[in-house]
């Protein structure tokens, strides 16, 4: 494995009794790259995201997640990664600030120093006066910049980020991305999952999951002149079409 690889699965499989959800995927991603992983409902994408952050052991093949095995050593990977889900993750009963804090402690962010990320954070954000108001008092795309904030304040290797713009209005989309690229630009590996095929554009590399196999993966670019289409809808339409498992 390359030093640089931050992820690598090999024929990685996952099995709910005759049921195969994801059927030996490989694929590696490197670091600091915005990695989309794509594919319909029922496509086996949350299945095998789930397995690479050491939340679900696989039923057979290899993975490795920031060096680690997620057989071997799931809890070094849940350290090593940040990770923001498809509903919001944040506490919404807490305030700006106690969210970062807590979710500051949880990953591990020393005492000496959470205090004065916090701080950090919230002026990057410009969410001064909005600090001590509860989280669910806030817009849903102020909320969803806050959790993938608070997602990399541990400075992880990786981050995990499934269908992060859901019910997000185009132009908070457009700042979220400014801020995944930031991150990337960082040195933080971005693995997303989207239903927004325009944001698969925004992507180094983006791969299409169908029925638990890998169906195409390559750079935006490549995919559209290997499938003739004019955008990433028309070639995720061309795969996905043929589909036999749904929502």
């Known amino acids: 494995m390359n030093k640089d690889t931050m992820i690598e699965a090999i024929d990685l499989t996952k099995k709910f009794g005759e049921f195969t959800a994801v059927d030996k995927v490989s694929f590696s991603v490197g670091k600091g790259e915005i990695f ?70 949880i990953y591990g962010v020393p005492k000496n120093a959470l205090k004065q990320k916090t701080n950090v954070l919230i002026d990057k954000l410009g969410l001064e006066a909005e600090a001590s108001k509860l989280v669910r008092s806030l817009p849903l795309g102020w909320r ?43 040195g933080i590996t971005v693995f997303v999952t989207t239903h927004y095929m325009d944001e698969a554009e925004y992507c180094n590399r983006v791969s299409i999951m169908v029925d638990g196999v890998i169906a195409a993966l390559d750079t935006p670019a490549n ?23 749904g929502d």
């Not at 997000?168 to 979220?176: G, K, L």
Request: charged share 25%; glycine share 10%.
């Open 223 to 245: 995919l559209k002149a290997q499938y003739k289409a004019i955008d990433m809808d028309d070639v995720f339409f061309q795969l996905a079409r043929g589909a036999k498992r």
């Open 36 to 105: 989309g992983f794509l594919g319909a409902n029922g496509a086996g994408k949350t299945t095998a995201m789930r397995m690479l952050c050491g939340l679900l052991r696989p039923s057979s093949g290899k993975a490795t997640v920031a060096g680690f095995d997620i057989y071997q050593d799931p809890e070094s990977v849940k350290r090593s990664i940040g990770y923001m889900s498809q509903k919001f993750s944040l506490y919404e009963n807490l305030t700006v600030r106690e969210n970062i804090r807590f979710y500051g402690g």
């Open 144 to 186: 969803q910049k806050i959790a993938f904030s608070v997602a990399i304040l541990h400075q992880p290797g990786i981050v995990f980020l499934d269908e992060p713009t859901g019910g997000v209005d185009p132009i908070t989309r457009r700042q979220f991305w400014d801020m995944i690229y930031e991150a990337a630009e960082s």
